[in-house]
């Protein structure tokens, strides 16, 4: 009886080359142009493949954490996948982070674990974990086609395409694919004597195209709902719109017809000076006398929720006493944590607000005039009032969190990405962000809401480009996700890093345990402050560093914006922030002067 020993032959070497450059073929025709390849040896046919396809760009990491999340920023960037290759073991299982976020956040990658064969697993052999279904229900597919031999030729080019079509285009929308992909040693073979890459389709068209449409809201709902429903100018609504909300176009003609409100998330595209677009809702509904009594008889959410507790309670409260909640969603996703939402549409959101227009069709503009009126009266008060606070370049004082926020929001380029950290960073670009004619494209890892990555999501934009990418994220996200910083010498991006370091986990100060506990212990378990130096830490990687000090002021910050941003390669800008109670009082005193000039409108 002969014990298998893993060793193939140079025939299985050359069939596994030829699947290898069977794949990457068809990767490239069904549009994926990156991948984030992590050095090992399983992966061996794979990459090699990848490197050699003129095709694809190939970017080398030696973290395979850091590497899922840049694959998760090049999908978020373009919408196409980019594939990310581990090798076996622990290094697959360090994607897992980045897969559940591209769940969550539904953004297209293609995650491929290089695996032991079947004769070397369960057996001690050394690298090999149980990959088989890995990350859980966290794809939208998973496949583990075996070793590949000839046998099996007529599936690659299937495999190839399904990956990608399901990544893209699958019924729960887009999101991660796992190929759990072995092979055997000899790891090195040639693809012509492996038989060669299997023909594909004709005028270098993939081998599956997946027609998806998009959903059309269900006529009958429809006419319930705006011929004499609520979705008609004589009801009191609100428009909240969020990431993947649709074009703005069509909702802004939406509103339009309907005398609605639009409160829009930064993340949507909408927060521009168009009227009825409020931005300041963080801050206006901070103001009891105004909630109080604009409560709506209907709120319609467009994409992502925002992140403002304020806001969210707000529109709960509304729908507790009795205004009917309409969430639409292109997958049906059941995105209501708090169960209260009356109809959860399946339908594409841009296909949603043109059909309720074209229903309204010339009937809009009646009912309640006052109602959009008066949202918009409170936004330009509120904005006002920040300007105020926050505007202008100045040399007198520290920059605050609101400051910072507030200024990368309004002076970036317009072709510029801002890709914003969770935790507080998101929160104030979302309170502190003012209206901009061309809004900047805002990216957010709020899949689960995680700092994980951060930084490596903002390399792989700065990758996909176009235009500078400017990443803003805290001094502990930043010190996190580290090893992003690690890249190939003369390989460069246009990103700019904004560490906004105010010594620690500034977010938990707004929390219960700041009041409630010991301050040592406070320290320890909440706020951890680093001994690493932000700045010293990237400068040791080689990266040119900015330190925007407590006496440089906004001004300084703009100098170092206007010196780094769009300069074609990897910057790190540092600004030294009031940590704790300062910061703390920082943001209540904005959010009492906007309550206070929203107040004052009753007194006009």
């Known amino acids: 009886m002969s014990v ?6 140079p025939g299985d070497a050359d069939t596994q080359a030829a699947f290898a450059a ?3 073929d068809e990767w490239a025709r069904g549009g994926v142009s990156h991948a984030v390849v992590c050095p090992g040896s399983r992966s061996t046919p794979l990459a090699v493949a990848l490197a050699r396809d003129r095709r694809v760009a190939v970017h080398v990491r030696l973290d395979e954490r850091s590497a899922g ?38 953004v297209p990658v293609v995650v491929c674990t290089a695996d032991r064969p079947p004769e070397l697993r369960e057996v001690g052999a050394p690298q090999t974990i149980d990959q088989l279904q890995l990350y859980g229900r966290a794809v939208r597919w998973f496949a583990d086609p075996g070793v590949p031999a000839a046998a099996t030729r007529t599936s690659w080019r299937s495999l190839a395409a399904r990956a990608v079509a399901e990544s893209v285009s699958g019924p729960a929308g887009p999101g991660p694919v796992h190929l759990n992909l072995p092979f055997r040693e000899p790891l090195l073979g040639d693809v012509v004597a492996g038989g060669g890459v299997t023909p594909g389709r004709g005028a270098g068209m993939p081998w599956h195209t997946v027609v998806a449409g998009g959903r059309l809201p269900d006529e009958e709902w429809l006419r319930s709902r705006v011929d004499g429903g609520p979705l008609r100018p004589a009801s009191r609504g609100v428009i909240v719109a969020g990431a993947g909300c649709g074009e703005p176009g069509p909702i802004l003609a939406m509103a339009e017809l309907l005398g609605w409100p639009v409160l829009a998330d930064p993340r949507s595209g909408l927060r521009r000076p168009v009227p009825g677009v409020v931005g300041a809702a963080d801050g206006i509904l901070r103001s009891d006398r105004f909630a109080d009594r604009h409560l709506p008889d209907c709120v319609v959410r467009l994409g992502e ?51 309720v ?18 949202w ?38 317009d072709s510029s990405t801002l890709v914003v950290s969770s935790s507080m960073p998101i929160r104030d670009i979302e309170s502190f962000a003012g209206p901009r004619v061309r809004p900047l494209r805002v990216l957010s890892n709020r899949g689960a809401n995680g700092i994980d990555g951060v930084v490596s999501t903002a ?50 100060s707004f929390l219960d345990p700041a009041s409630a506990m010991d301050p040592e212990m406070f320290d320890t378990l909440f706020a951890t402050p680093q001994a690493p130096d932000p700045g010293s830490v990237a400068a040791g990687f080689g990266w040119p560093v900015d330190d925007v000090g407590p006496d440089a002021g906004t001004a300084g910050l703009e100098e170092a914006l206007a010196r780094r941003v769009g300069g074609g390669s990897r910057s790190v800008i540092r600004v030294r922030l009031p940590g704790g109670a300062a910061n703390v009082a920082h943001h209540h005193d904005v959010g009492s002067a906007v309550v206070q000039a929203v107040d004052q409108l009753d007194e006009l």
């Open 4 to 9: 298998p020993t893993g060793l193939g032959g």
């Open 22 to 24: 069977t794949m990457v």
């Open 69 to 106: 999340f840049i694959g998760l920023g090049i999908g978020m960037a373009t919408g196409t996948p980019a594939v990310v290759l581990t090798t076996s073991g622990t290094a697959a299982a360090e994607v897992h982070a980045a897969v559940v976020e591209a769940d969550l956040a539904r």
């Open 305 to 355: 929720r925002w992140v403002s507790k304020v806001v969210n309670g707000f529109l709960s409260r509304a729908i507790d006493q009795g205004a009917l909640g309409v969430v639409v969603d292109p997958a049906g996703r059941w995105a209501d944590p708090e169960r209260e939402v009356a109809e959860l549409v399946r339908a594409d959101p841009d296909r949603f607000a043109l059909e």
């Open 357 to 374: 227009v074209r229903r309204l069709g010339g009937a809009g503009g009646g009912g309640h005039p006052s109602w959009v009126a008066e």
């Open 376 to 413: 918009q009266q409170a936004e330009d008060r509120a904005q006002a009032a920040m300007d105020r606070l926050l505007g202008g370049p100045r040399r007198d004082a520290a920059v605050t969190e609101p400051q910072l926020a507030r200024h990368l929001f309004g002076r970036l380029p």
């Open 459 to 508: 390399t792989g934009v700065a990758l996909a480009g176009p235009g500078p990418t400017v990443a803003l994220v805290g001094d502990l996200a930043f010190l996190h996700d580290v090893s992003a910083l690690v890249g190939a010498e003369g390989v460069d991006v246009d990103l700019t890093v904004v560490v906004a370091d105010n010594g620690g986990g500034g977010i938990f």
